[in-house]
């Protein structure tokens, strides 16, 4: 999956990383709140002018502004759910509750989940193991795993005072987190700092469903098909395009979706060998 990527991960770059191996996407961030008010920029974000299978990512925290939206909502061709932020290690929003700060709220979390289901939209959630260390101590992320009622959850195995910097913690997290999911029927994605097709491996050993990549995606879009190559999951191998080949289906892509000037740029500085 490609990670949801904040002024990246725009219908061009999720078109680009399909093209090459991505079996999932996902919009960035966008505030629910700004959404119903008809904010131009935050309705940009959530545009899908692909047919890319792609989840569109939430920022949600109030009940009747969510259900506000999903209930007016048109599906397109690749959409394929939502998906509930609640993973951001924002500090104003953890404040709110919001963000990783949502970890911790299971009623809210099952009452946002429950809004998703009653519109016979799939849901998951984008997690991290809760706003600090002291949350991730009394495991409010299992708690969620349990019992919020989402269809799977992508879990950054970090807590929301650690930093992009900061490594992942190790596989017990994911083993412990699989082994709430088996409670709850539910599925686990990995995500954080996989690069190697040997972790690929390792994660698929412990049971891990899939995983989801933004910062190595973001210098080398093929990644996927890299990884699959060598992780044995392609069957034909697939071609690996140059950097080159990438840059110039990027700029031909972003041509046709209008991707905005900065994300263009953007990638651009990143994409290398
Ligand atoms: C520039 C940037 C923007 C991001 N924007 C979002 C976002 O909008 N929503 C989200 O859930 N995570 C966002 N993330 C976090 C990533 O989705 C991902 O969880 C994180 O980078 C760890 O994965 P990685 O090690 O493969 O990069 C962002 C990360 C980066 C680097």
């Given amino acids: 999956m490609l990670a949801p990527i904040e002024?990246?991960?725009?219908?061009?770059?999720?078109?680009?990383c399909f093209n090459h191996g991505a079996d999932l996407t996902f919009t960035e961030m966008t505030r629910v709140e700004g959404i119903i008010r008809n904010n131009k920029p935050t309705l940009a974000k959530i545009l899908c002018c692909d047919s890319t299978p792609v989840e569109i990512q939430l920022l949600a925290s109030n009940e009747e502004q969510l259900e506000k939206f999903v209930s007016s909502f048109k599906p397109f061709e690749g959409f394929r759910g939502f998906n509930l932020n609640m993973s951001c290690p924002s500090k104003e929003l953890i404040k709110v509750g919001r963000g990783a700060g949502m970890v911790k709220r299971l009623t809210k979390a099952q009452n946002l989940v429950k809004i998703i289901q009653k519109y016979n939209y799939p849901v998951s959630i984008?997690?991290?193991?809760?706003?600090?260390?002291?949350?991730?101590?009394?495991?409010?992320?299992?708690?969620?795993?349990?019992?919020?009622?989402?269809?799977?959850?992508?879990?950054?195995?970090?807590?929301?005072?650690?930093?992009?910097?900061?490594?992942?913690?190790?596989?017990?997290?994911?083993?412990?987190?699989?082994?709430?999911?088996?409670?709850?029927?539910?599925?686990?994605?990995?995500?954080?700092?996989?690069?190697?097709?040997?972790?690929?491996?390792?994660?698929?050993?412990?049971?891990?469903?899939?995983?989801?990549?933004?910062?190595?995606?973001?210098?080398?879009?093929?990644?996927?098909?890299?990884?699959?190559?060598?992780?044995?999951?392609?069957?034909?191998?697939?071609?690996?395009?140059?950097?080159?080949?990438?840059?110039?289906?990027?700029?031909?892509l972003s041509n046709k979706f209008s991707s905005p000037h900065k994300y263009k740029e953007n990638l651009s500085k990143l994409m290398k060998n």
């Fill in 7 to 16: 002024n990246y991960s725009d219908s061009a770059l999720r078109t680009l």
């Fill in 126 to 252: 984008k997690m991290r193991l809760g706003a600090n260390a002291f949350e991730q101590k009394h495991k409010v992320y299992l708690r969620l795993i349990e019992g919020s009622g989402a269809d799977y959850y992508i879990v950054h195995p970090k807590h929301g005072s650690q930093n992009s910097d900061e490594e992942v913690q190790g596989n017990q997290i994911y083993e412990e987190c699989l082994d709430s999911a088996k409670i709850s029927g539910s599925k686990i994605i990995a995500n954080g700092g996989i690069t190697t097709p040997k972790k690929v491996i390792e994660l698929k050993k412990i049971g891990v469903s899939g995983v989801m990549i933004a910062r190595a995606a973001l210098k080398n879009p093929s990644i996927f098909d890299y990884l699959k190559n060598e992780a044995g999951f392609n069957t034909p191998i697939k071609k690996i395009p140059s950097i080159k080949e990438l840059k110039e289906e990027y700029t031909q």
